[in-house]
């Protein structure tokens, strides 16, 4: 099975830049996205393609790739940003879709 | 205004049947592939099962493959999963889920509120 890996949590101060990562296998060559989930909610798409940002979602959200690590970067960390993040990507040879663990993120 | 409402959970014994269904409406449904995803209660996401825009090709997780099958009602704008042989680890909230493409899976950019199942004796 093919899988990527998150770490399980991360806290930051308010203001300060977070930065999540997901690891994998050839990940360098898949597309990875990004989704928030807040406690009680649905998951909501931050980032897709590795690097874009669907509209509505504040510009201190940024995707980024180098090799097969993908980062999700937020910058100027605000309260609201607390949630659990997920990775995610599609391998073509397992034909599965594939979400990290998820990042815990505290905002203290 | 996009919307996927899940319907059809409960509570179901250990080796018994469920179908869940979830609703579209707010974009041309026949555009799309769709997913499930269930989420354990205090665990993470994981993928169930993908379906092609046309029905016409299916991906499922090692975990349920063989035991649940994903299908489309393209004249209703409408998703199912039917789910079988079901075990106490199946317990989840189950999400449909909208991807931004129409053949393979690629992102999610639509969820439902999802609908709860409970595997218990």
């Known amino acids: 099975s093919y899988d990527v890996t998150q770490s399980p949590s991360l806290s930051v101060s308010p203001g300060q830049t977070a930065s999540i990562t997901c690891s994998g296998d050839k990940l360098g060559h898949k597309y990875a996205c990004w989704y928030q989930q807040k406690p009680g909610q649905s998951p909501t798409l931050v980032i897709y393609?590795?690097?874009k940002r669907p509209s509505g979602i504040p510009e201190r959200f940024t995707g980024s790739k180098s090799g097969n690590t993908a980062t999700l970067t937020i910058s100027g960390t605000q309260a609201i940003d607390e949630a659990d993040y997920y990775c995610q990507t599609w391998d073509s040879i397992t034909t599965s879709v594939v979400f990290g663990g998820g990042t815990k993120l505290t905002v203290l | 205004q996009v919307q996927l409402m899940e319907s059809g959970g409960g509570v179901v014994r250990p080796g018994g049947s469920l179908r869940l269904s979830c609703a579209a409406s707010g974009f041309t449904f026949t555009d799309y592939g769709m997913h499930w995803v269930r989420q354990a209660p205090g665990k993470g996401l994981e993928w169930v099962a993908f379906i092609q825009y046309d029905g016409n090709t299916e991906y499922y997780a090692d975990s349920v493959k063989g035991r649940f099958t994903i299908s489309r009602d393209n004249s209703k704008n409408t998703l199912h999963l039917h789910m079988q042989s079901l075990r106490p680890e199946d317990t989840a909230l189950y999400y449909c889920a909208k991807d931004a493409m129409i053949v393979l899976p690629v992102y999610i950019d639509v969820w439902g509120k999802g609908t709860t199942v409970t595997v218990s004796s």
């Open positions: 393609q590795d690097t």
